[in-house]
């Protein structure tokens, strides 16, 4: 395939990304709202941002073998017109007419099923990123990568607004406006999208010739049993970090709205803010970050932006404090995490690297789940900034066992 073809098809694969986050993040900043005005406490709302990452993390390797077998085009598609059901039912729930046929608990479990249908449809992360593999040189695939992470940042900034907007015009209208973008959206790909040449199956000989390989499960396992190896420590500090970051997001939308009294129609201002740093971060900062400080100086400011962030947001007593605290949270992940990817990657065996950063993204996905779980029984049974204050002490503890091992891999990979 030509790169002129190639980068054809990269880019409507850039739109259909960018306009399916744009969606998703339509309803996800409203759901808080909506949940505890349906009778849910901070508890339910932490479920139903779990309840997303484990549909997420068991549908994924079922998609992943669906685009194996049918091709990537369809299954991408699959997942848009799944996310087109979630949005429905997440419409259906906050309903003037449902509310009078059904009670706050059966529509609090509608809401619930929308967040497993929207994490079932967004299983296809892995799909996306094999689409990029199979379209692009494998000199070009970072790059192409790259700026599928700036659309999807990109949708991240505009949704919220999105969300706010159709707000204002009924509870339903978000959850509509979302099914219908990704409908259309489906309806562009289908249109638009081209099915990649599939790479060619490894020789018999090239097999024989490869390294033994470990299964996942055994190789989670190794993270557990050996957290002193560099690959374990480094998918420790990214799964932690991780952690920490999805129990403070959370719970955000509720403290807002307890302390500053932020609403479903405003609550899109503080995401934009907040997507619009962490596009600026991981587009024009990043990388002369790295070639200028090396990446375990780079990892150690971003846990130090963590934790300091997630400290001083509570402490915050105004909208402007507020809106400088905040800033250290996406400077902090836009700097930890690629940084911690790029040394797992360093770190993985011959071989065996992409199993390592499936790992990596298991040891991620399980976070996803726990995070929102503790932090929504610590804002309901402890006090709203608690949540916060255990996110920066995670953070600040995993910052010497983070450096540690970072600065081995770096030593490392400047001698080699």
């Known amino acids: 395939m030509s790169r002129r073809a190639a980068l054809a098809r990269i880019s409507v694969l850039m739109a259909t990304v960018f306009v399916e986050m744009v969606g998703f993040l339509v309803v996800l900043p409203l759901l808080p709202f909506y949940a505890t005005r349906l009778g849910g406490d901070a508890l339910a709302v932490g479920l139903m941002v779990s309840a997303f990452a484990v549909a997420q993390l068991a549908t994924a390797p079922l998609w ?53 249908v929207q994490g079932a449809g967004s299983g296809t992360t892995g799909v996306v990123q094999a689409y990029v593999s199979d379209s692009v040189a494998p000199t070009e695939r970072a790059k192409a990568l790259g700026w599928l992470t700036a659309a999807a940042s990109a949708g991240v900034m505009l949704g919220p607004l999105v969300g706010s907007l159709a707000a204002t015009f009924g509870p339903a209208v978000p959850g509509l406006v979302a099914a219908g973008l990704c409908l259309a959206n489906a309806a562009f790909g289908f249109r638009y999208l081209a099915e990649p040449a599939k790479a060619a199956p490894a020789t018999p000989a090239a097999e024989r010739s490869a390294p033994p390989r470990h299964s996942v499960r055994r190789m989670m396992a190794a993270v557990v049993a050996h957290p002193l190896r560099p690959a374990s420590a480094l998918v420790i500090v990214y799964a932690v970090g991780m952690m920490a970051f ?171």
């Open 246 to 416: 999805m129990a403070m997001n959370a719970v955000l939308a509720l403290f807002l709205q307890a302390r500053f009294g932020v609403t479903e129609r405003s609550i899109g201002w503080f995401y934009t803010y907040v997507g619009g740093v962490s596009l600026v971060m991981r587009s024009l900062v990043l990388g002369p970050a790295v070639e200028r400080f090396g990446e375990a100086r780079v990892l150690r400011l971003g846990l130090t932006s963590l934790g300091a962030g997630f400290a001083l947001l509570p402490l915050a007593p105004g909208l402007a404090s507020l809106a400088l605290a905040v800033l250290l949270v996406p400077v902090g992940t836009a700097l930890l995490f690629p940084v911690t990817t790029s040394l797992v990657s360093r770190v993985a065996a011959p071989g065996e690297v992409g199993q390592t950063m499936g790992v990596q993204q298991a040891f991620g996905g399980i976070a996803r789940m726990v995070g929102p779980m503790w932090a929504g029984a610590a804002f309901q049974h402890l006090s709203p900034g608690a949540p916060f204050w255990i996110s920066s002490a995670l953070a600040l503890l995993l910052l010497p066992y983070a450096v540690r091992f970072a600065k081995g891999v770096a030593t490392e990979g400047t001698a080699g």
């Open 64 to 116: 992943g073998r669906l685009s194996d077998r049918a091709g990537r085009r369809p299954t991408i598609l699959g997942g848009l017109v799944v996310s087109v059901a979630a949005h429905l039912l997440f419409a259906l729930a906050c309903s003037e007419r449902a509310a009078a046929a059904l009670a706050p608990e059966g529509l609090l479990g509608i809401l619930f099923l929308s967040r497993l």
